[in-house]
């Protein structure tokens, strides 16, 4: 499949056109958004090998908070809802496990302070301050009630589904940035003593959606990934197919290939460390293409709370970020998309990180929000591209 024909496809398949209907042309300029044309022609990364908001075309034309992509689909004529049972739009709910407590056991804070020694002498004493601070709140099994507990309370007070993404340790080239707490890790949950695989099986038994969150380095490791998702799979005892990457380590030329070849059908990297916003200028989902289609389905991320919150990135307060994510319900709404929201199972101890998840919800909610896991829309878009198929079958 060639690019303008994958496009040809892909738009076809947003708009759910009749058989044999020509779908209209996207854009140049929104096409290499959504191909991530400007990723593969420069080399220039953050310091963490990322690809930040500021380097974006969406950025410098100020469009950053908005799917320019969708508004485009959306006015196209003949278009039909993208999401089942008469739903406007998606809202995604998504947790990325970086900690499981707010606290952490000794082999936790040991392997903390070797990643930070092994990192070289600039990255320790960078880290320095975070160990030492850390190493105050030393215990031989900590309580994961006020983190993963608490916002498994909130989502079945509030019957929504959610996509859990739990690191696996150790990964097989660790790096700084990378998550230390280990399956067989002690720690209580529900006023118990269990071990972190207890606690992902449970999050699993409570219906919610449990996927990989795979290592820095499995971004560009194809048998560091394999491995990760082959450690999870047996906790689990059953295959995992949804991913996103630690610290939104994503490149436009390896991961999804790594990705598709690991069995993971959907990522949910695609987004913003230090910023919300539409890092492919769409909240669609849309299968990946380079060179020819891989079998994996984008899901982008648009909203995470570190970045709303944290000084250095945005640093809104509560009201301005509460106003900014109406904002972008309100466009993704108009454009029947998917508003991926990105919470921290270890910030929701901070009230405005609670009272962005209820608000968020309740307000998809009221305006005929899907509520749907990573799986989910997978799900729904095999569906749809099915039922597309078979009316083309049919036709003919």
């Known amino acids: 499949m060639t690019r303008d024909e994958y496009l040809r496809w892909i738009v076809q398949r947003w708009l759910d056109l009749p058989a044999g209907a020509c779908p209209p042309v996207l854009p140049n300029e929104l096409a290499a958004l959504l191909l991530r044309d400007e990723e593969r022609l420069t080399a220039h990364r953050d310091p963490w090998d990322n690809w930040e908001f500021p380097f974006s075309e969406v950025f410098r034309r100020g469009t950053l908070l908005a799917p ?5 689909a959306a006015s196209c004529p003949g278009r039909r809802p993208l999401w089942p049972d008469g739903h406007k739009f998606a809202l995604a709910i998504s947790h990325d496990v970086d900690d ?3 606290r952490v056991t000794p082999a936790q804070w040991w392997r903390r302070a070797k990643l930070a020694l092994g990192g070289g002498a600039k990255a320790a004493i960078r880290s320095l301050p975070g160990t030492v601070w850390q190493a105050r709140t030393l215990s031989p099994t900590p309580d994961t009630d006020p983190t993963i507990g608490r916002l498994l ?7 929504i589904p959610a996509s859990w993404f739990f690191t696996v340790w150790p990964p097989a080239r660790p790096h ?60 689990l005892g059953q295959p ?26 959907v ?130």
């Open 68 to 72: 320019e992509i969708d508004t485009w």
């Open 100 to 102: 499981v407590s707010h």
């Open 153 to 159: 309370d909130i989502e079945r007070e509030l019957a």
């Open 176 to 235: 700084l940035v990378d998550c230390v707490h280990a399956f067989a890790d002690p720690c209580r949950f529900r006023g118990r003593r269990a071990t972190v695989a207890d606690v992902i099986r449970a999050v699993a038994d409570c219906g919610h959606e449990v996927g990989l969150h795979g290592s820095y380095v499995s971004a560009i490791d194809g048998p560091a990934l394999v491995a990760e998702k082959t450690a999870l799979d047996g906790v």
């Open 240 to 265: 995992t197919t949804s991913i996103r990457q630690h610290w939104l380590h994503w490149r436009v030329d390896t991961t999804p290939h790594l990705q598709a070849a690991a069995g993971f059908t």
């Open 267 to 396: 990522d949910g990297t695609l987004g913003f460390n230090n910023s919300a916003g539409f890092r492919c200028g769409t909240s669609l989902p849309f299968p990946w293409w380079d060179g020819g289609p891989l079998d994996i389905l984008m899901v982008p991320v648009s909203v995470m709370d570190v970045a709303l919150f944290r000084p250095g990135d945005m640093g809104l307060d509560l009201t301005l970020a509460l106003r900014l994510v109406d904002d972008i319900i309100q466009r993704v709404e108009a454009s029947g998309g998917i508003l991926s929201l990105l919470i921290h199972p270890n910030h929701i101890i901070d009230p405005r990180v609670e009272t962005l998840l209820r608000h968020t919800v309740g307000t998809c909610w009221e305006r005929g929000a899907l509520l749907a896991t990573h799986a989910d829309i997978r799900r729904s878009w095999d569906l749809r591209v099915d039922a597309q198929a078979a009316q083309l079958g049919a036709k003919a």
